[in-house]
């Protein structure tokens, strides 16, 4: 049985998928089984993963009856995984040649829940690399609240290696068919596992894309707000909204006020987002509160009633996000 099984959901990725195996078959590390879920891709990619797997007998294909989506792939793949450990890469994504071999070497280490890495995003269209650093992230990796506060952190469940029993007997999967990375991860943190951060840069995260009518900023601030709604609902579900009501309310502030500095939507249009939020977030009362929570709850109440306002602080959340993340990094 191989210590780590790799998952690859593979859909419309052919020019890039190449690249994305290569980068896998070829690891340092040897002890792994490579589970590629083809989720009905209509282009070549399928050609391209039977070429691949008459080469190496560690790939294992999945081919789903019918498109479902990366969450649906995801979970297919984490079902079937044999290994100890799991580790997430996108196929349009690549991987250091010591990917493998740094995860599990340190979760081993460090005996945690899970382990997690640097990465560096690379643009398509201008071939730009970014180094990605969250330095405050290495000295906090206990404090589990603070791991949830803010949207600037890396929440992709790629660059990082799981052990698959923790995932499993919590019944954690993806859920959302969008914004499934933030969703994933914030239960995850609810969880309160032992999670150790480093930074080395190991993944190779590929941004830029052109891919559907969806991906518009317009669009993905309202998948945000669903992303929203589904932490509410899983804080009160779980009876821990009252504990994370402070938090909760900032992340939910931030993380719009993130999407609005990308954005150039007319006045009508954030009026309509803004108002979703509303109405949502505060339709009932909420009893068992303290006044700090109350007021966090009153500034966001505020904001979402003055548009303009709300724009200029997003643009200035933008300008000092490294260094308001690590002000409140400190909670």
Not at 72 to 98: L, P, T
Not at 216 to 224: G, P
Not at 262 to 283: A, D, G, H, Q, Y
Not at 290 to 304: E, H, R
Request: with cysteine.
């Amino acid at each position: 049985m191989a210590q780590v099984s790799i998952i690859l959901p593979v859909y419309k990725v052919e020019k890039y998928l190449r690249q994305c195996l290569d980068s896998i078959v070829n690891q340092t590390f040897k002890d792994i089984e490579i589970i590629i879920i083809n989720d009905c891709s209509p282009d070549n990619s399928l050609q391209i993963i039977k070429e691949y797997q008459k080469k190496d007998s560690r790939i294992i294909l999945l081919n789903l009856p019918e498109n479902k989506g990366l969450s649906n792939a995801r979970n297919e793949g984490m079902k079937i995984a044999k290994s100890k450990y799991i580790v997430f890469v996108d196929s349009d994504d690549w991987v250091r040649e010591d990917y493998v071999e740094l995860l599990f070497n340190n979760i081993e280490k460090y005996n945690c829940d899970v382990f997690s890495e640097g990465f560096v995003s690379y643009h398509n269209k201008t071939s730009k690399y970014t180094r990605e650093k969250y330095s405050f992230l290495t000295t906090k990796s206990t404090n589990n609240k603070s791991l949830i506060l803010f949207p600037s952190i890396n929440c992709g469940p790629w660059s990082k290696i799981y052990k698959k029993d923790f995932l499993l007997n919590n019944n954690l999967f993806f859920t959302l068919k969008s914004c499934e990375d933030c969703f994933f991860f914030y239960r995850l943190v609810l969880l309160k596992p032992k999670i150790i951060f480093k930074e080395e840069p190991i993944y190779f995260y590929r941004i830029g894309r052109e891919t559907s009518l969806t991906a518009s900023l317009y669009f993905r601030t309202y998948h945000i707000i669903n992303l929203i709604k589904g932490i509410y609902k899983t804080l009160n579900e779980k009876k821990l909204y009252n504990e994370y009501c402070t938090i909760f309310h900032i992340y939910a502030f931030t993380y719009i006020a993130y999407c609005l500095t990308f954005s150039s939507f007319s006045t009508k249009k954030m009026k309509n987002l803004l108002f979703s939020v509303k109405r949502f977030l505060f339709s009932e009362k909420h009893y068992g509160l303290g006044i700090s929570d109350k007021f966090v709850i009153l500034i966001f109440k505020f904001f979402l009633n003055h548009i303009r306002l709300y724009k200029i602080t997003a643009f200035v959340l933008k300008t000092f996000r490294r260094s308001y993340t690590k002000i409140f990094y400190s909670f």
